[in-house]
């Protein structure tokens, strides 16, 4: 396992995030605690040190799970989780990205895993009710009271993101050094506006779902629709969502492409996703040890570009505008003149 700095900050993750979603049986799908251990223990040993939760998670037991866990080498654990989703339905104070809830959600997080401090805490998803500036600096509060070191943000369109971390280092708070998107070969539409943004303001990105819901596994192709002895029936109901004819093209040429190198299809996805530009972690959960020691040899597959370009042409996406009509060629010519092939520019990575 190699290591990569989050963002602006200085802080060192490993090169692949374990998520916890299916850390706990409170929604009939998850791991136990002593499967938890095993998964942790896998990954620890492999190098990883970077855990991501959420108050939300199976109830809150993924945190307490979480908590009991890394608390036998809290030192070594780079321990994420989030607040924003509702953890009582009936209470409208009780969700959303206001000061209140995030205190009082911060808190409980801080109890239910045991810790003194939260090492990132992400903003989970966006609340349009709330004023930026108020959740910028309810942040920066947390900071420097010492609850939270660091801070991210999840599930928020790319103007969001940009005026707020622009807000906060106009005003001296707090910024977000890391975002979390829904990124894998059928979910490329990031590519119009959040990744660009966090190439340019330097945000690190942890892709989740790069697996695109268990399509990516290759367990659901045209041949085996039904996939018999799939891990959980919430995967494959994810997959069969997603299963439209393109995606499934998509899954075929993954496969392909997998068989030839010698890896699995879910490998492969890994290794295109870490790969893509502006991508820094993918962030991938297990429900078993053994899934998690798959997930693990993601890191040994190195892609090859020609084998890179097949899956990008394949699953590529319209940018729309302004993204295609700054690349005409008509118009390069009017923005540049005749020297844009002749302009060597340093940030165009």
Known sequence: MRYKLLG???????????GTMSIGEDWGWGADLAESRKIFETFATAGGNFVDTANKYTNGTSEKYTGEIVNLEREWWVVATKYTLSMRDDDPNASGNHRKNMV???????KRLNLDYIDLLWVHAWDRHTPVEETMRALDDLVRSGKVLYIGVSDTPAWVVSRANTL????????????????SLIQRTVERALTPMAEALDLAVLAWAPLGGGLLTGKYRKDNPKAEGTDSKRAGNNAFRA???????????????????????????????????????????????AQIKDSLGYLDVTLDPKFAKQLDDVSAVELGFPHDFLR????????????????DDHRDR
Do not use: H
């Not at 200085?10 to 374990?18: D, I, P, Q, T, W």
């Not at 906060?168 to 998107?181: C, H, K, N, Y």
């Open 104 to 110: 009082q959600a911060v808190d409980a997080s801080l």
């Open 8 to 18: 602006k900050s200085g802080l060192r993750v490993s090169e692949m995030c374990l």
């Open 328 to 343: 005409n060629p008509e118009i390069m010519k009017v923005v540049y003149g005749a020297n844009f092939d002749k302009i």
């Open 168 to 183: 906060a280092e106009l005003r001296g708070w707090t910024s977000f050094v890391g975002l979390q998107i829904e990124y």
């Open 243 to 289: 299963a439209n004819k393109k995606n499934m093209e998509i899954v075929e040429k993954l496969c392909k492409i997998a068989d030839k190198i010698g890896c699995t299809p879910a490998q492969l996805a890994m290794r295109w996703v870490a790969d893509r530009p502006g991508v820094t972690i993918p962030l991938v959960g297990a429900r078993t040890e």
